[in-house]
């Protein structure tokens, strides 16, 4: 029995006219969590998780998962990852204890004497303990980073000079050292997880011949080779021009602004070829406007960086993501499904925007769909909402191969669609 088939039977009347309608349900999945949503016969909404009867052990356990493993995991990774995780978690284990030995030599060396307790408090707290919590913190935001990778290379190294900036001027403020320390570290550990987050889908847009090691291993040695000449001019800098903390003030911002505008070239230079909101929008954008589809290297330029999920009004000025209870009326599920009988998706025109609420399992051609769906719909605005989305569908349907041809020749991947947020729905 489809979907389309249950929401019939669930729109039937009763034989007995005294008796309420059947409740409208649904399950949908966001962050790894699934929460059964029903709308009640008086209008109430009821939210509760799925099997929300587990032992307080096993909400541990899948608290733990959703929080170091992948989402889907283990459908999501390959034979082995378990295996690997438990081994690199044992060797950052012994390299953090190695690191506190090695601030115990060093601070030994310098003539400070630290005692074993002051080595490991200055080390964990000041070092260790604040990036960690910020490295944790900003782990459960991977979704969102295979979305927009770009976005979040800029945001990693902003908020990596923000740290480092709370550094440069603790000497301002001696009596908050401990806090200006520990807030640096916070900000550079959630940098430290964004900049290694998204380096993999940006490599993997150059390898054009599958070779990736290649491209990571050279990638490593030009930021080790510059890494060693920035040392030995900030060593060069530290003695002259910035060795007042006036000089560090002037220097530091204008380094600062550098930095930023080398990793903003380096993103747009980037062309990453998966198709998430922005790039999906300007892509329909541009195949209404002219009948020809962007390069993933044509269109790299012409990305919002800053503000991806700005909404595109040639492209239907959809939105993605938002939960099914937030974008539809009780009254308004069964309508929406029976316009598009069998799809994947569900679309909500409103004032503003439409809503697209994918379903658990869409694909990317899936939410190429729906987009061409409201971008017609938006031409044939003045029809009512249910008969535009009906004419625009047999629009979309004329139009539809030709369309993933065009897509896949250019080098897109319309296999999967990243969305970012991780909300769909399931009924």
């Known amino acids: 029995m489809d979907l389309l088939e249950k929401l019939k039977m669930q729109s039937k009347k009763p034989d007995d006219p005294a008796a309420p309608p059947p409740p409208v349900c649904w399950i949908e999945s966001a962050d790894s969590v699934s929460r059964r949503f029903q709308f009640e016969p008086d209008g109430q909404l009821s939210v509760r998780i799925v099997d929300d009867s587990r032992p307080a052990s096993r909400r541990m356990v899948d608290s ?49 004497r630290p ?13 260790d303990g604040m990036q960690h919590v910020g490295k944790i913190i900003c782990s459960n935001l991977g979704a969102r980073m295979d979305s927009e990778p770009k976005s979040w290379r800029i945001f990693a190294d902003i908020l990596y000079d923000v740290g480092t900036g709370l550094e440069v001027v603790s000497p301002l403020c001696p009596h908050l050292f401990l806090e200006m320390a520990g807030l640096g570290n916070f900000a550079k550990g959630m940098a430290v997880v964004a900049a290694r987050a998204t380096r993999l889908p940006i ?23 510059f890494n060693v000449l920035g040392i030995g001019a900030g060593i060069q800098l530290a003695s002259t021009v910035c060795s007042s903390m006036q000089g560090k003030i002037i220097v ?47 269109l790299r330029y012409k990305e919002d960086l800053i503000f991806p999920g700005r909404l595109i009004a040639e492209a239907g000025n959809v939105k993605v993501g938002r939960p099914l209870h937030a974008a539809l009326k009780p009254s308004e599920l069964h309508r929406a499904k029976e316009i598009l009988p069998g799809e994947k998706f569900i679309l909500r025109p409103g004032i503003k925007w439409t809503d697209m609420i994918l379903e658990r399992s869409a694909t990317g051609e899936d939410a190429l769909k729906g987009w061409l769906v409201a971008a017609y719909a938006a031409e044939v605005e003045k029809l009512p909402s249910g008969d535009a989305i009906r004419e625009a569908y047999g629009r ?12 896949q020749s250019k080098g897109w991947h319309t296999d999967r669609f990243l969305d970012g947020t991780g909300c769909r729905f399931a009924l």
Not at 68 to 87: A, D, I, K
Not at 115 to 127: D, E, G, R, Y
Not at 203 to 225: H, M, P, R, V
Request: net charge neutral; with cysteine.
């Open 252 to 298: 530091g911002p204008l380094l600062s602004l550098v930095h930023i505008y080398c990793v903003r070239e380096e993103m747009r230079a980037t062309p990453v070829n998966t198709l998430n909101p922005q790039r999906t929008a300007m892509i329909v954008a541009e195949f209404l406007k002219t009948g020809r589809v962007s390069s993933p290297a044509d």
């Open 203 to 225: 490599y993997s847009s150059f390898a054009k011949e599958g070779n990736l090691s290649d491209l990571f291993a050279k990638g490593e040695a030009i930021s080790t080779l």
């Open 115 to 127: 005692t074993p307790a002051q080595a490991t408090a200055v080390s964990w707290i000041l070092k």
């Open 64 to 112: 733990f998962i959703s929080t170091f493993l992948p989402s889907g995991y283990p459908y999501s990774v390959s034979e082995g990852y378990l295996r690997y995780t438990q081994f690199r978690a044992l060797q950052h284990f012994t390299s953090a204890t190695l690191s506190v030995l090695s601030t115990q030599s060093l601070l030994f060396a310098a003539g400070l």
């Open 396 to 407: 979309m349907n004329d139009m539809l191969e030709p369309f993933l041809l065009e897509l």
